[in-house]
């Protein structure tokens, strides 16, 4: 696993890029400081993709991505493997802006999933990368352009940075002033990027007399004449506003490599990755979710998501009746689409006869071994990329329950999926999955149930509830005092609901009929009738007052 941290990320950013330009495909995969926003309505299966959309939106706008993971696996010519090359990133806003994109949210309950899971809680604060937004990375330009970074505050994080910044100064001023001529350098010992640009370009600025030249996390001021420090300039023009720029762009950099390079990028349920990703790095969400999906589309055109694909897969599994050898059961992990799951079946499970003769996956360093570390997004993106290789295979061979003998070529596995692409998974919503890259596909929920109230004045929504309690989980919205609106997550359950409350005496349960149930339609429907009903009667009053023609 390759850890990457503020202080790592600069030296490792040519290896990162030149892994990402290699890779067949990248698998992404995020972790966040929360996903649930109070005074938002909760989702449910009523939500248009608009609607939900909508509400994700507003769900992740006061959080942030706060863990990144990028694999970039690699077919090997002429061998039946790829190298997976996994990446983890430890994400933290740093702006010389100040009060830039310094505060985010933290849900108490990814707090608590996250300590669970073993997340590295000092890593993030001591070492999480920087990144920008392009409105941020204008302004930054903007400020850099002028020179006006020091005299705004946000380049010191703390008052004992402040105050150690004043105290270089004046330590080199005094060194100037008291130290013999022979003696032509001194050090200064700074641990922080910004401070050993900011206390450089300070020093250089205050004292003609200097230049400084860094070493690590030393700074040498170097006493020079006039003609040397001249020559020295010439070759260093906005050299420290560059080397700030670059690291305040931190991950952003890696971002924009992921879609400068259009690689098939990989995901699981990668719905909120993508959100996430778009307004930390690129722009503010719109409220548009067709001018989101739109430009996505055009910053990654080519998206799988590996919890849609487990759906299908679903589908190929039960055609043949069987998970490799065994006889389906309900709890099979080839039916699970949690991606630890997911990958335990191709890795140890049935799913191993599934993929025979599949491409082997290795790391590139034999040191590097799986240590299983779920909710890891550096591993989970890792996981991620194993279980989109070992379902293309079968992709491959929907007709075979071993695999095939023949080896298959990267390109006939993506081209198995080719007509999944760019279909993400929507959780619990009108539609099951959107289409990035055209329109949304029509539903394949099945009608929702109109419950009705035979005999009694009121429904008892509490009653329905429970009666519903016993089936896969319902959403329920009250239609009028005498029926209740159902949405089924699928049409075995609301085959069961139906059936059950045929064997009930207080009430109904139907499909819904626009015409027939929308209180709505009805009350126009009743509207119409009583104006109909009055007109007739009128013209029936003014025939019989009409006196008789002589």
């Not at 370009?201 to 001021?221: A, H, M």
């Not at 080397?243 to 991950?251: D, H, P, S, V």
């Not at 429970?466 to 159902?486: E, G, K, N």
Request: charged letters at 25%.
């Amino acid at each position: 696993m390759n850890e990457i941290l503020d202080d790592n990320f600069m030296n490792s950013y040519p290896k990162i890029e030149y892994t990402l330009k290699n890779a067949s495909f990248i698998a992404v995969d995020a972790e966040f400081s929360g996903i649930d926003s109070e005074n938002v309505p909760e989702l449910t299966l009523f939500d248009t993709v608009q609607e939900r959309y909508e509400k994700q939106r507003n769900n992740i706008a006061p959080y942030t991505a706060i863990q990144i993971g990028l694999t970039a696996f690699t077919k090997v010519q002429q061998q039946n493997k790829y190298i997976a090359e996994p990446f983890r990133f430890y994400l933290l806003s740093r702006s010389l802006l100040h009060g830039s994109n310094q505060n985010f949210q933290w849900e108490k309950t990814s707090m608590n999933f996250l300590r669970r899971h073993n997340f590295d809680w000092n890593k993030l604060v001591n070492g999480g990368i920087s990144y920008l937004n392009q409105s941020e990375l204008s302004k930054m330009q903007s400020l850099l352009k002028v020179n006006d970074y020091m005299s705004n505050m946000g380049a010191f994080r703390t008052l004992e940075e402040e105050n150690k910044f004043v105290k270089s100064i004046k330590n080199v001023t005094e060194w100037l002033k008291d130290s013999p001529l022979s003696e032509k350098s001194m050090e200064i010992e700074c641990d922080d990027f910004v401070q050993l640009c900011c206390l450089q370009r300070q020093l250089r600025k205050s004292f003609k007399g200097v230049w400084t030249e860094q070493k690590g996390q030393t700074i040498f001021v170097i006493k020079v004449d006039a003609e040397t420090r001249k020559i020295l300039e010439e070759g260093n023009q906005n050299f420290f506003e560059e080397q700030l720029l670059e690291y305040i762009l931190g991950f952003t950099r890696v971002f924009q490599l992921l879609c400068d390079l259009k690689k098939p990028i990989v995901g699981h349920n990668i719905l909120l990755d993508l959100m996430f990703m778009y307004k930390q790095f690129y722009k503010d969400l719109p409220t548009s979710y067709q001018k989101f999906k739109r430009e996505i589309h055009e910053l990654m055109p080519t998206v799988y998501d590996t919890k849609f694909l487990s759906y299908e897969m679903r589908k190929i599994l039960d055609s043949k009746g069987q998970e490799g050898q065994g006889n389906r059961k309900k709890g099979d992990k080839g039916r699970s689409n949690i991606l630890e799951e997911l990958y335990r079946f191709f890795k140890n499970g049935d799913g191993r006869l599934l993929t025979w003769n599949s491409p082997n996956i290795e790391f590139p360093d034999e040191t590097t071994t799986d240590t299983e570390a779920y909710h890891d997004a550096g591993w989970d993106s890792y996981y991620t990329g194993y279980c989109f290789i070992k379902m293309a295979h079968v992709f491959c061979n929907p007709h075979k329950s071993c695999g095939t003998t023949r080896e298959l070529s990267h390109v006939e596995m993506m081209s198995s999926l080719k007509s999944h692409v760019n279909c993400v998974n929507l959780i619990r919503a009108d539609l099951s999955y959107l289409s990035l890259d055209g329109p949304d596909p029509p539903s394949r929920r099945p009608p929702r149930l109109n419950i009705t109230a035979l005999h009694l004045k009121s429904i008892s929504t509490d009653e329905i509830m429970r009666a519903l309690s016993s089936f896969d989980h319902c959403d329920v919205q009250v239609q009028s005092p005498r029926s209740v609106l159902v949405a089924a997550p699928n049409w075995r359950t609301a085959r069961e609901i139906i059936q059950h409350f045929q064997k009930t005496k207080d009430y109904e349960a139907v499909p819904y009929n626009f015409l027939k149930h929308s209180p709505t339609v009805r009350s126009l429907l009743w509207g119409t009738l009583v104006v109909s009903g009055s007109m007739l009667a009128m013209l029936i009053h003014r025939a019989v007052q009409k006196p008789p023609v002589t």
